[in-house]
């Protein structure tokens, strides 16, 4: 199965293992990934205003280009996956919005066609747990593994869709199949407070010490993500247990995972 791939900026530099092991997964699971060509940056962030469309332009032309090869977009990060989601929704739902931006680019309309799916969803939905457990050379049993949600994964939950924003278990029951024992912890998808790391960075630093001592006490030996931004903020704020990206666990399972990172 082919799919379009939208990497996004972070992950072709400060988060290069959760592009990479994407690919090198995806190929053990049967999945092509096709990197969308002359992709840009994806915003950054989804910006509420109505009359705010020039930020969300990339995003749509990434949308056209899964469309034109008749592919669902699949992304890794977070930050990108919701922007493009919100956009593709808004593209569906709001009339004016989409007519505004189909205007500006001057191109044939685009309205929404595109199915988006974060590289969790591929994984759960598409794929299925059950032919990840199969394709395990490298059990994780025995290892305690937090996966922390953050913000932009879950939420807008009416946009989002991907699984019960309170309660969510789609990277718990990735674990599993790895052979894992996922850790359930209060704040696995409360804000790590990256967006204000620059604005006040002591509470930022307040929150995410407080992500990683919730895990570590219901018994974490290490805590997964996909977010770049998060594994930033827990990292540079002192996380006294290992903080690695879900593809680099998954890669490790299936046997592909290098024995250094370039």
Known sequence: MKVSYFPGCTLKNKAKELDRYSYKCAEVLGITLEEIEEWQ????????????????????????????KDQPLVTVCSGCHNVIKQTNYAMQ?????????????????YNGETEVYHYLELLRDTIGFDKVKEK???????KKIAAYYGCLLLRPNSVMKMDDPEN???????ISAMGGDPVIYANRNECC???IALESPEAAKIRSNDIVRNAKAMGAEMIITACPLCKYNLVKNGA??????????LAEALGVKENADG
């Not at 940056?41 to 989804?46: A, D, E, K, L």
């Not at 006294?240 to 666990?249: G, K």
């Open 93 to 109: 739902n709001d009339k004016e919005f989409a007519d505004k931006v189909n205007r500006y680019m001057a191109e044939d309309a």
């Open 240 to 249: 006294d247990i290992p903080v690695v990206y879900f593809t680099e666990l």
């Open 136 to 142: 395990v050379v490298n059990s994780l049993q025995g």
């Open 168 to 174: 969510p278990r789609i990277m718990e029951d990735l």
């Open 193 to 195: 407070g990256g967006y």
């Open 41 to 68: 940056c994806c915003g950054g962030v989804f910006v509420t205003a109505k009359n705010e469309v020039a930020s969300k332009l990339s995003s749509v032309r990434a949308l056209k280009a899964a469309m034109k």
